[in-house]
């Protein structure tokens, strides 16, 4: 036999080996393909599914992939519904939030600062403009006793003094909506307050606080005399009522009425005291808002601060007064 034709013959024999391994390893990687295309998922029937593929009208459900083995080896989470991604971002929003909390209070005392200073420049812009109040106060008193003093005499009151007095009283109820504007937002600092330190106590793992006194507390010091209405049936008639509480507590001997404003007053020999009663109202779209405003002056010492003790009983009777709550005027 030529050595051309033993060379043809052991290629021969070297075919069936080389096709052998060409199927064995074709078959290694189709099995290995399977292995790594296996998904188990769940249907929205709670259906379990073992396939080599998902569905289209699947693909948002969570899945996973298994190996030869039927180990998980990979996890691809589904696609989350509005509310749950609306519930992660939030999630998201009060982990800023705290790491926030965290940086910029070491402490309950640093928080407490923090507030005082808040309620303090509030309660600042609430006494600048009682000031300015005060001072528009006695011009319109002024205003009035020339007008009461016409009327008396029988005389004509003059276009000019009327457009006055209407302007006065129009600064006055709107310097009134500005002294509702910073008394509520003390009431929203205090309440923020609350909140932000029960979650601070929770992030430091600190106890609970003590619960507040039940009488006699700071929420009776800070109750602001307001009382808010949108009907306007409901608003007149508060406004009446408001009128007559006023009234009950004010000598009657002077007072100034007008829409949406009474000014009133007590005297006695300790103090001259200023009732005050407005309707503020910034929009027709907004609630119309009736705040009662007390204010007092020391006859020796001219000091602002109210020596009789019925003050702050008034302040706190004046909403259920208003609304109808109580009944308990004095007459």
Known sequence: MSSRAHSSQARAQQRPHAALWLLMALGLASTTAL?????RWVDDQGTVHYTD?????????????LSEQGMVVERVPGKLSAAELEQARAAQRQQAADQQLLRRYRTIEDMELARAGQIAGAEARIQA???QMRDQTRTLIALYQDMRSLQQADKPVPIDLMSKIDTAMTTIRDGYSDIITNEQQKQVI???FAETLARFRVLRRLPAAPPEPSSGSQADVDTVPLVNCRDQAQCHAYWDRAVEYVRTHSDREFEVLGTGLLIAFQDDERET????????????DQPVQ?????????RRTASLLCADATIPTMRQGFQAAVTGESSTHRR
């Not at 292995?35 to 998904?39: F, I, K, S, T």
């Not at 593929?53 to 992939?65: E, G, L, T, Y």
């Not at 705040?291 to 002056?297: P, S």
């Open 35 to 39: 292995a790594q295309m296996l998904y």
């Open 53 to 65: 593929k998902v569905p289209p009208n699947q693909a948002d459900k969570a899945r996973s992939r």
């Open 129 to 131: 403009k009682r000031s």
């Open 190 to 192: 205090q309440a923020e």
């Open 273 to 284: 005291r200023t009732f005050t009663v407005a309707w503020a109202q910034k929009a027709a």
């Open 290 to 298: 009736i705040y009662l405003d007390i204010q007092c002056k020391n």
